[in-house]
């Protein structure tokens, strides 16, 4: 009796109950309104809680958990019907130039709409307006302003902050592992829901686990080193409480009260730390041909890749961010690479070279596997076509893989094979490294579900 | 999720007390509710009904606003559901004072909610109640049809912004006997003078015998009288009922069309699809008001609370702490607008306009500016203008008849265009226009405006469902038309044709999308 009583009690309640001494009891149930008044919204009994109505039997149901309903989304291609459920990006930004992306389950209810996106008017307005060079107009919004038609009121700048050159490796280094709390979970997604292949066990390497000591737990009143700034927010807190703070006026650290316990060391401990098994170099071009569109498209791929990699190594996946033009860098974090854009020319070996250079310095190539995902609008005026292949040679000596996107540019003719593609058929180094090379050539407008169409491409 | 507790009741009681002092009517009943900010983002996708029926879209947003909730945590005030008895959830972190203030906002919510014309079909309805009842039946028939409940779901839902909700409030609106004449009715003025062609004696004899009889048995009138006619006139009954049957409303929307000529919703086995469709069209139904009033709701709301708060004894001390909150809510902001803001300056501003008089020929045709700005004839009507207004209109209407030059130069509202100067690499933001018509229609395009789309008998062949759409100037969401043309094809059984308009180079192109197999063809080269 008790036992089938329990099925209905949330999961807090239940742990207590098993746990619980024996004589403890727990209070009896109301039988008006139900198990827990303040039970969740969605629990079967929701009118027990607005207006003490009986509950019906049976027990009907929750939320649907995301496994589920990519489950559902999985029988409606069976049933005849179209997949509904995308995966979107809601992107804030921070300061210093950082951002957090979070990765969120969307879906499009469909209906008739009117459009809003085009109108009569609007077209013929673009046509009028073409000898107007130096202004284009991107918007209007309803707002508030006192002045004459015609003022500017305040401006904006049009790149974020924080762009221009990736230097302060501090700034955008907290983005990286917001990305990465939510990477896991797209890569199960895209495992999942796409179908995107598990990686083939090419002799990977078994997972090394070391033990660190680390000073980073806490520990009031004693330990080993001091934390200053920890302590004094305690000190505050504790003022705070006797009334002591006013935060109003400059505080004065003489009237302060302090409490030993306010005292926050830092204490050695044993972590537990997983060596990586695979490392990931993602590079592209960030020239001024890629401005816009090519670089969206390059990036939302390449978080995806990151994403179903880090779900494939359990999370043990090391990144290294290159960019190129002519000449190529080292980028620390995610978002130095999604926000750089420079306006010069193109060489792609200077890339090829760079990453030929870490994976000798690091010797990284007897300890991972290394892939190397390319992205690109396919221009490239590497001038000595030798020597590229044989910056590129070199590289199939270590990789496991490579995958190398190209944007085409909506202003390029779409039947003509870039310059980059060019080579790599003149030198035929797709047959030749048919097993490590993939290449995919995508137009700039792709959805995410041609994206990642394309990442099944690269890694089949 | 629970009961607010005495305590707060009794200010909510005290506040119903002022506020009907004022003016504002609503019933009696009304329920309040403590909620956590995790508990709206689960109610939000389920537009704040608890009892709503499950649906898969809904768990997905829910999914989603918890991630973003991490990212933009945010902390709303209140929410008002339009039931009977109204339901009201408030945070679980306010102050006493915030709740005074709240509470007010709430009435005049509920006020505006029980009153307003555009509310009328959802007045006699404990909405949470009957959501409640749908989704069993919906989790019910879950058990026995599985997901292909949700298909139905899903493929109603997909022109459940097209019912025909002007429809329904003006058949709510109409007479009765308009629209369903009885008998006597029917063989008074129908029977006898157009079936039968009667003459005028003999008409009048009848007319006689009805008022002998209704004087003899008033309480049996008809039922004699009928007795009298179906001897004499064997055919009336069939007449009558033929004449019925031609009176029954046409169906007001797609949805209804579908429930009641579809083939395949007529199968036995598929009449069960009817009953969800009807769940999901009458939900859609409940909340249309709601959009279409907005502005209008959200500045009637804040008016009051700025009306009455200050008024209240009970919030000694804490008028700046108020001041504080309501120029959050009620600020212009640069750039932007603020439905808040902008409703609750133009019900004070008509306000004012009606109290001097202003809205009126009289004023109209003064066209000296200093005449005008003296312009007072203290008719102290304005509180009943704006009564009135909230009585019988939506944002449109609200919008479009009172966004004047005044009021737009008042509160220096612009338009505000952006655009790059690359010199400075920088977006710059101007002044567009001061125009108040702009603004206007800047605004108006922002409301809600479903496409008109109509089933076409006339061009109806060989079982294929042909949909026209009205165009208006937009043409529809190319994308969407696929999914949604699957789901009507899937409802009907059948080909779906739909006649639309596409704009191609900036001029609108006719095309003909078809639906047949799940595959979607056009008629465009």
């Given at each position: 009796?008790?036992?089938?009583?329990?099925?209905?009690?949330?999961?807090?309640?239940?742990?207590?109950?098993?746990?619980?001494?024996?004589?403890?009891?727990?209070?009896?149930?109301?039988?008006?309104?139900?198990?827990?008044?303040?039970?969740?919204?969605?629990?079967?009994?929701?009118?027990?809680?607005?207006?003490?109505?009986?509950?019906?039997?049976?027990?009907y149901?929750?939320?649907?958990?995301?496994?589920?309903?990519?489950?559902?989304?999985?029988?409606?291609?069976?049933?005849?019907?179209?997949?509904?459920?995308?995966?979107?990006?809601?992107i804030?930004?921070?300061?210093?130039?950082?951002?957090?992306?979070?990765?969120?389950?969307?879906?499009?209810?469909?209906?008739f709409?009117?459009?809003?996106?085009?109108?009569?008017?609007?077209?013929?307005?673009?046509?009028?307006?073409?000898?107007?060079?130096?202004?284009?107009?991107?918007?209007?919004?309803?707002?508030?302003?006192?002045?004459?038609?015609?003022?500017?009121?305040g401006?904006?700048?049009?790149t974020?902050?924080?762009?221009?050159?990736?230097?302060?490796?501090?700034?955008?280094?907290?983005?990286?592992?917001?990305?990465?709390?939510?990477?896991?979970?797209?890569?199960?997604?895209?495992?999942?829901?796409?179908?995107?292949?598990?990686?083939?066990?090419?002799?990977?390497?078994?997972?090394?686990?070391?033990?660190?000591?680390?000073?980073?737990?806490?520990n009031?009143?004693?330990?080993?080193?001091?934390?200053?700034?920890?302590?004094?927010?305690?000190?505050i807190?504790?003022?705070?409480?006797?009334?002591?703070?006013?935060?109003?006026?400059?505080?004065?650290?003489?009237?302060?009260?302090?409490n030993?316990?306010?005292?926050?060391?830092?204490?050695?401990?044993?972590?537990?730390?997983?060596?990586?098994?695979?490392?990931?170099f993602?590079?592209?071009?960030?020239?001024?041909?890629?401005?816009?569109?090519?670089?969206?498209?390059?990036?939302?791929?390449?978080?995806?890749?990151?994403?179903?990699?880090?779900y494939?190594?359990?999370e043990?996946?090391?990144?290294?961010?290159?960019?190129?033009?002519?000449?190529?860098?080292?980028?620390?974090?995610?978002?130095?690479?999604?926000?750089?854009?420079?306006?010069?020319?193109?060489?792609?070996?200077?890339?090829?070279?760079?990453?030929?250079?870490?994976v000798?310095?690091?010797?990284?190539?007897?300890?991972?596997?290394?892939y190397?995902?390319?992205?690109?609008?396919?221009d490239?005026?590497?001038?000595?076509?030798?020597?590229?292949?044989?910056?590129?040679?070199?590289?199939?000596?270590?990789?496991?893989?490579?995958?190398?996107?190209?944007?085409?540019?909506?202003?390029?003719?779409?039947?003509?094979?870039?310059?980059?593609?060019?080579?790599?058929?003149?030198?035929?180094?797709?047959?030749?490294?048919?097993?490590?090379?993939?290449?995919?050539?995508?137009?700039?407008?792709?959805?995410?579900?041609?994206?990642?169409?394309?990442?099944?491409?690269?890694v089949? | 999720?629970?009961?607010?507790?005495?305590?707060?009741?009794?200010?909510?009681?005290?506040?119903?007390v002022?506020?009907?002092?004022?003016?504002?009517?609503?019933?009696?009943?009304?329920?309040?509710?403590?909620?956590?900010n995790?508990?709206?983002?689960?109610?939000?996708?389920?537009?704040?009904?608890?009892?709503?029926?499950?649906y898969?879209v809904?768990?997905?947003?829910?999914?989603?606003?918890?991630?973003?909730?991490?990212?933009?945590?945010?902390?709303?005030?209140?929410?008002?559901?339009?039931?009977?008895?109204?339901?009201?959830?408030?945070?679980?972190?306010?102050?006493?004072?915030?709740?005074?203030?709240?509470?007010?906002?709430?009435?005049?919510?509920?006020?505006?909610?029980?009153?307003?014309?555009?509310?009328?079909?959802?007045?006699?309805?404990?909405?949470?109640?009957?959501?409640l009842?749908?989704?069993r039946?919906i989790?019910?028939?879950?058990?026995?049809?599985?997901?292909?409940?949700?298909?139905?779901?899903?493929?109603?839902?997909?022109?459940?912004?097209?019912?025909?909700?002007?429809?329904?409030?003006?058949d709510?609106?109409?007479?009765?006997?308009?629209?369903?004449?009885?008998?006597?009715?029917?063989?008074?003025?129908?029977?006898?003078?157009?079936?039968?062609?009667?003459?005028?004696?003999?008409?009048?004899?009848?007319?006689?015998?009805?008022?002998?009889?209704?004087?003899?048995?008033?309480?049996?009138?008809?039922?004699?009288?009928?007795?009298?006619?179906?001897?004499?006139?064997?055919?009336?009954?069939?007449?009558?009922?033929?004449?019925?049957?031609?009176?029954?409303?046409?169906?007001?929307?797609?949805?209804?069309?579908?429930?009641?000529?579809?083939?395949?919703?007529?199968?036995e086995?598929?009449?069960?699809?009817?009953?969800?469709?009807?769940?999901?069209?009458?939900t859609?139904?409940?909340?249309?008001?709601?959009?279409?009033?907005?502005i209008?709701?959200?500045?009637?709301?804040?008016?009051?609370?700025?009306?009455?708060?200050?008024?209240?004894?009970?919030?000694?001390?804490h008028?700046?702490d108020?001041?504080?909150?309501?120029?959050?809510?009620?600020?212009?902001?640069?750039?932007?607008?603020?439905?808040?803001?902008?409703?609750?300056?133009?019900?004070?501003?008509?306000?004012?306009?009606?109290?001097?008089?202003?809205?009126?020929?009289?004023?109209?045709?003064?066209?000296?500016?200093?005449?005008?700005?003296?312009?007072?004839?203290?008719?102290?009507?304005?509180r009943?203008?704006?009564?009135?207004l909230?009585?019988?209109?939506?944002?449109?209407?609200?919008?479009?008849?009172?966004?004047?030059?005044?009021?737009?130069?008042?509160?220096?509202?612009?338009?505000?265009?952006?655009?790059?100067?690359?010199?400075?690499m920088?977006?710059?933001?101007?002044?567009?226009?001061?125009?108040?018509?702009?603004y206007?229609?800047?605004?108006?395009?922002?409301?809600?405006?479903?496409?008109?789309?109509?089933?076409?008998?006339e061009?109806?062949?060989?079982?294929?469902?042909?949909?026209?759409?009205?165009?208006?100037?937009?043409?529809?969401?190319?994308?969407?038309?696929?999914?949604?043309?699957t789901?009507?094809?899937?409802?009907?059984?059948?080909?779906?044709?739909?006649?639309?308009?596409?704009?191609?180079?900036?001029?609108?192109?006719?095309?003909?999308?078809v639906?047949?197999?799940?595959?979607?063809?056009?008629?465009?080269?």
């Amino acid at each position: 009796m008790r036992k089938s009583d329990n099925n209905n009690l949330p999961e807090k309640v239940k742990r207590e109950i098993e746990n619980s001494d024996v004589g403890h009891r727990m209070p009896e149930e109301s039988k008006r309104f139900g198990s827990d008044l303040s039970s969740h919204i969605y629990s079967p009994d929701d009118f027990s809680v607005l207006q003490a109505i009986e509950p019906p039997s049976p027990h009907y149901r929750t939320i649907k958990s995301l496994d589920e309903l990519l489950e559902r989304d999985e029988q409606r291609n069976k049933d005849g019907f179209k997949r509904k459920i995308n995966i979107g990006k809601i992107i804030k930004p921070g300061r210093a130039g950082s951002k957090k992306i979070i990765i969120v389950p969307t879906t499009t209810e469909d209906k008739f709409y009117h459009d809003s996106r085009v109108s009569e008017e609007n077209e013929n307005h673009e046509d009028s307006r073409d000898s107007d060079s130096d202004e284009t107009e991107t918007g209007e919004s309803a707002g508030t302003a006192e002045g004459e038609v015609g003022d500017v009121i305040g401006e904006r700048p049009l790149t974020p902050e924080g762009e221009g050159e990736g230097t302060g490796a501090g700034s955008g280094s907290g983005g990286e592992h917001e990305i990465g709390a939510s990477a896991y979970e797209l890569g199960k997604v895209l495992t999942e829901k796409f179908k995107l292949p598990n990686l083939k066990d090419k002799g990977a390497r078994k997972t090394v686990i070391r033990y660190n000591y680390e000073l980073t737990d806490m520990n009031r009143k004693h330990g080993q080193v001091l934390d200053k700034r920890k302590t004094l927010m305690e000190i505050i807190k504790t003022n705070i409480n006797l009334n002591r703070f006013d935060p109003d006026m400059p505080p004065k650290p003489e009237n302060f009260i302090i409490n030993p316990r306010d005292f926050m060391y830092r204490v050695l401990s044993k972590e537990k730390e997983y060596e990586s098994q695979a490392i990931v170099f993602f590079v592209r071009d960030y020239s001024g041909s890629m401005h816009g569109k090519p670089t969206e498209a390059i990036c939302s791929q390449h978080v995806m890749i990151y994403s179903w990699l880090m779900y494939q190594y359990q999370e043990q996946v090391m990144t290294r961010f290159i960019l190129h033009d002519t000449e190529a860098k080292e980028v620390p974090d995610f978002y130095s690479y999604y926000n750089l854009n420079v306006a010069g020319g193109t060489k792609i070996q200077s890339a090829v070279d760079l990453v030929n250079e870490i994976v000798e310095k690091e010797n990284l190539a007897a300890n991972y596997n290394i892939y190397i995902f390319y992205g690109g609008d396919g221009d490239d005026w590497s001038p000595d076509k030798n020597l590229f292949d044989e910056a590129f040679s070199k590289l199939f000596s270590y990789v496991n893989r490579m995958g190398i996107t190209i944007v085409r540019n909506s202003y390029m003719a779409q039947d003509k094979l870039t310059d980059f593609e060019l080579f790599l058929k003149e030198r035929s180094i797709l047959e030749k490294h048919k097993d490590l090379i993939e290449l995919d050539v995508i137009s700039e407008d792709a959805d995410d579900k041609r994206l990642v169409e394309g990442i099944r491409n690269l890694v089949s | 999720m629970e009961i607010i507790d005495q305590h707060t009741k009794e200010i909510m009681e005290g506040c119903k007390v002022r506020a009907r002092d004022a003016g504002l009517r609503f019933d009696d009943e009304s329920i309040e509710y403590i909620v956590t900010n995790q508990d709206l983002l689960e109610l939000s996708p389920k537009g704040m009904i608890p009892t709503l029926y499950d649906y898969w879209v809904h768990d997905l947003e829910i999914l989603k606003g918890r991630r973003e909730y991490e990212l933009y945590p945010h902390n709303p005030y209140e929410t008002v559901i339009n039931s009977r008895p109204p339901l009201s959830f408030y945070n679980d972190n306010n102050p006493d004072w915030l709740n005074v203030m709240i509470f007010y906002h709430v009435l005049a919510h509920i006020d505006f909610m029980q009153n307003n014309g555009y509310f009328r079909h959802t007045w006699d309805d404990d909405f949470v109640g009957l959501a409640l009842a749908d989704k069993r039946l919906i989790n019910d028939l879950r058990t026995r049809h599985g997901r292909w409940v949700d298909y139905v779901i899903e493929f109603t839902r997909g022109i459940d912004n097209i019912t025909g909700y002007y429809q329904v409030l003006s058949d709510l609106n109409a007479a009765e006997y308009i629209a369903k004449p009885g008998r006597l009715d029917y063989f008074f003025d129908v029977f006898l003078q157009k079936v039968k062609n009667v003459q005028a004696p003999e008409y009048l004899k009848e007319i006689d015998d009805f008022n002998r009889i209704k004087r003899e048995s008033p309480l049996d009138v008809e039922s004699i009288l009928m007795s009298g006619i179906r001897n004499r006139f064997p055919e009336f009954e069939n007449l009558y009922e033929k004449y019925q049957a031609e009176k029954t409303p046409k169906p007001r929307d797609i949805i209804e069309y579908l429930m009641r000529y579809s083939p395949f919703l007529n199968k036995e086995e598929n009449e069960w699809m009817k009953s969800v469709m009807q769940i999901v069209r009458n939900t859609a139904l409940y909340f249309e008001p709601q959009r279409r009033t907005k502005i209008m709701n959200e500045g009637w709301a804040t008016y009051w609370h700025f009306e009455l708060f200050l008024q209240d004894d009970r919030i000694k001390g804490h008028e700046a702490d108020f001041a504080r909150v309501n120029a959050f809510v009620t600020s212009l902001p640069k750039l932007g607008m603020n439905p808040y803001a902008i409703g609750w300056r133009l019900f004070q501003h008509i306000e004012e306009m009606a109290e001097k008089g202003r809205i009126s020929y009289d004023f109209e045709k003064i066209l000296d500016v200093e005449e005008r700005k003296k312009f007072d004839r203290k008719t102290g009507k304005g509180r009943d203008f704006i009564f009135k207004l909230r009585n019988e209109l939506c944002d449109f209407n609200f919008i479009n008849t009172y966004v004047t030059q005044d009021f737009a130069d008042r509160h220096n509202l612009v338009i505000i265009g952006e655009r790059v100067n690359e010199q400075r690499m920088t977006k710059e933001y101007y002044i567009k226009s001061k125009d108040a018509d702009d603004y206007k229609k800047l605004i108006i395009d922002s409301l809600i405006h479903p496409p008109f789309i109509t089933v076409s008998e006339e061009t109806q062949r060989d079982g294929v469902l042909s949909l026209v759409h009205q165009y208006e100037g937009k043409q529809l969401i190319p994308e969407f038309i696929e999914n949604v043309m699957t789901g009507i094809e899937y409802l009907w059984g059948g080909e779906v044709k739909l006649e639309t308009h596409l704009i191609q180079k900036g001029q609108p192109e006719k095309i003909t999308y078809v639906m047949k197999d799940r595959k979607l063809s056009s008629d465009a080269s």
